[in-house]
């Protein structure tokens, strides 16, 4: 049930969208969750991701991942990657 208030789902759906390609309803739908719960870490990686692959500013993709790095071990790759230019290995 997708509800105004229904973060988790915003969230999916965000996440859906961003495999889609439709960055803009991606944006959207993370961008209502973190309204609703700031600290929501995978709508921040959402966010952060979708401006990255869209060649957003790079202060702005750094800080929503660095919102949700304490959480989400793919947003510290992510961060550490941006910053550092190498993937680092998930092993």
Known sequence: DLKPSNTPALTNLA???MHLGNSEA???SARAAVHIESGNAQ???VIGLVMFINHGPVDEVRHELELAAPTLPAARRTLDWIKTG???STR
């Open 15 to 17: 996440f859906a969208y």
């Open 26 to 28: 991606a944006l959207s």
């Open 43 to 45: 709508a921040h990686f």
């Open 86 to 88: 190498k993937l680092v």
